[in-house]
T-cell receptor, first 114, second 119 residues
Framework: AQSVTQLGSHVSVSEGALVLLRCNYS??????LFWYVQYPNQGLQLLLK??????LVKGINGFEAEFKKSETSFHLTKPSAHMSDAAEYFC????????????FGTGTRLLVSP | DAGVIQSPRHEVTEMGQEVTLRCKPI?????LFWYRQTMMRGLELLIY????????DSGMPEDRFSAKMPNASFSTLKIQPSEPRDSAVYFC?????????????????FGEGSRLTVL
């Protein structure tokens, strides 16, 4: 069964610093992987997704993530944090066939200080 | 384009009362999901439908919870009777998913949620 683990419930960075949010998955087959962002009092919004092909995926707001099969990881990065990036980020994954459920990680809250 | 529409956005009710949450998925989507989000338990999948048919309701916590999808453009989640521990934000999400999966990634599009407070 697919599972997704996010390391660190909170990550704090300074404005302008590198953002790195970690996600590892467990799956016997290459999964589809997603990063979602949730701003306060809002629903989840898709940041980016990995399906097949290029392992470096670019998303909205300057975020990108790299699928590394050897490390079973899909970490989210952004070169320079902005105050508006403060939000909760969820990694999610599902198998690539049939009606498999999307499994979410527990989320990482990103705090950005001036 | 209209996204997933949920109502009400906020609901405050007293223990024992019936609560009905509503969801209109994105037009053309064939899968609908109900999630519950709390600080303690994070995001929990309650139930999901494909082509209006419930596929997996294993996440529904108790018989007090029920969900219906009478047509492709409407779903309800009902709690009867409600209890304080049901207080949470309930999200509806929709996607378009092919039966065989394959190239269809089926990413979810979320509504803004219904915040339920049971006193």
């Amino acid at each position: 069964a697919q599972s997704v683990t996010q390391l660190g419930s909170h990550v704090s960075v300074s404005e302008g610093a590198l953002v790195l949010l970690r996600c590892n998955y467990s799956s016997s087959v290459p999964p589809y992987l997603f990063w979602y962002v949730q701003y306060p009092n809002q629903g989840l919004q898709l940041l980016l997704k990995y399906t097949t092909g290029a392992t470096l995926v670019k998303g909205i707001n300057g975020f990108e993530a790299e699928f590394k099969k050897s490390e079973t990881s899909f970490h989210l990065t952004k070169p320079s944090a902005h105050m508006s990036d403060a939000a909760e980020y969820f990694c999610a994954g599902r198998g690539n066939t049939g009606f498999q459920k999307l499994v979410f990680g527990t989320g990482t809250r990103l705090l950005v200080s001036p | 384009d209209a996204g997933v529409i949920q109502s009400p956005r906020h609901e405050v009710t007293e223990m024992g009362q019936e609560v009905t949450l509503r969801c209109k998925p994105i037009s053309g989507h064939n899968s609908l999901f109900w999630y519950r989000q709390t600080m303690m338990r994070g995001l929990e999948l309650l139930i999901y439908f494909n082509n209006n048919v419930p596929i997996d309701d294993s996440g529904m916590p108790e018989d007090r919870f029920s969900a219906k999808m009478p047509n492709a453009s409407f779903s309800t989640l009902k709690i009867q009777p409600s209890e304080p521990r049901d207080s949470a934000v309930y999200f509806c999400a929709s996607s378009f998913r092919l039966a065989g999966g394959g190239a269809n990634t089926g990413e979810l599009f979320f509504g803004e949620g219904s915040r339920l407070t049971v006193l």
